[in-house]
């Protein structure tokens, strides 16, 4: 019993070290897109609640938006752009009629999806009228929930 002690306990010992080193080399590896298609799109937030009715009776005023349920809270998005500057865009739009928001970075794969995303940032790009903005941003979330939800 006590010849097989040794080269268990040195077995063990190597084990762990090289356990513990490629633990480590994964952790400072940068994060890659699971798809080749990912793409980084700008959602804009417009608030966060602890329950569903909350958040109904507090998005009564806008005719599109759309929520995702993360860690037990509603996010509410109105208005989606796959460029940081329309992204800016949207925001002062929603901060002149009197909306708090917050630009909230997410990787989408759907490619659907994004194409026709593209297609609006365009116009969006192109535009500073505010109706337009509008009208935009609810196609872009009306597209979103035939094409992604």
């Given at each position: 019993?006590?010849?097989?002690?040794?080269?268990?306990?040195?077995?063990?010992?190597?084990?762990v070290s090289m356990a513990y080193f490629i633990i480590k080399?994964?952790?400072?590896?940068?994060?890659?897109?699971?798809?080749?298609?990912?793409?980084?799109?700008?959602?804009?937030?417009?608030?966060?609640?602890?329950?569903?009715?909350?958040?109904?009776?507090?998005?009564?005023?806008?005719?599109?938006?759309?929520?995702n349920v993360e860690n037990n809270e509603y996010h509410t998005?109105?208005?989606?752009?796959?460029?940081?500057?329309?992204?800016?865009?949207?925001?002062?739009?929603?901060?002149?009629?009197?909306?708090?928001?917050?630009?909230?970075?997410?990787?989408?794969?759907?490619?659907?999806?994004?194409?026709?995303?593209?297609?609006?940032?365009?116009?969006?790009?192109?535009?500073?009228?505010?109706?337009?903005?509008k009208v935009i941003c609810n196609q872009v979330l009306a597209?979103?929930?035939?094409?992604?939800?």
């Open positions: 019993m006590k010849k097989y002690l040794f080269p268990v306990s040195v077995s063990l010992i190597l084990g080399q994964y952790e400072t590896m940068p994060t890659l897109a699971v798809s080749s298609e990912a793409q980084t799109l700008y959602y804009i937030r417009r608030g966060v609640y602890s329950d569903m009715q909350n958040m109904e009776n507090n998005m009564k005023e806008f005719t599109n938006y759309i929520y998005y109105i208005g989606i752009t796959t460029s940081k500057e329309n992204s800016l865009k949207i925001q002062n739009y929603y901060k002149e009629i009197g909306y708090d928001t917050s630009i909230v970075e997410k990787i989408t794969d759907n490619s659907d999806f994004i194409n026709i995303l593209g297609q609006y940032d365009e116009l969006l790009t192109k535009t500073d009228d505010k109706e337009s903005i597209k979103y929930e035939e094409l992604v939800k």
